[in-house]
């Protein structure tokens, strides 16, 4: 472990991210490691005590997990994006062997699923809720005609007395500047 990232001088160890420390571990290891060994690792370079690497943890994990260099492959192991082409990861099976499996990102579309809400909900249910959500009859519309009649019929009173006033105050104004 001594031996890991000779080519970089102690002071700018110790000026770099952690996360990317981890990211040259795992560069030059060139294979995907528990994510505590490589904070144990991170921690041997700096020459951190164990008190200083816990207080630290999270926040590199937290680095690891949203830089997009870094994979988990699962029980938090972690290797290198680029080490795994058109999103495949290694996984370690019970027997030891090791094999490339390409992630499950997408989410599985059930057609059955579908064709089971279909069946419960087909156009008839539709129909009959809106049927029984609707209030109004035709009777309704009928007042609703009337009841805009009469508002338009208001509104031609009220036009015809605003006339009327603009009149009289024309003539008062008229009055008015025939006595200058």
Known sequence: MSQLLQHIPPEKLNEMA???????ILKETN???NFRDLMNQIAALRNM???EMMKMIAQVY???NIDGRFVC??????G???WYPMETVEETHESGKKKKVPLDDDFDYDEEVEDDLVEEFDDEDEIELLDDDDEFD???LDDEALDDEEILEEEDDIFDED???NDEAIEEIDEENDDF
């Open 18 to 24: 952690m996360v990317d420390i981890a990211f040259e």
């Open 163 to 165: 006339e009327e006033i």
């Open 73 to 78: 492959l699962g029980d938090n192991i972690w």
């Open 138 to 140: 035709d009777d309704d």
């Open 49 to 51: 005590s164990e008190e």
């Open 80 to 82: 290198l994006k680029r």
């Open 62 to 64: 937290t680095e690891v």
């Open 31 to 33: 294979q995907p490691q």
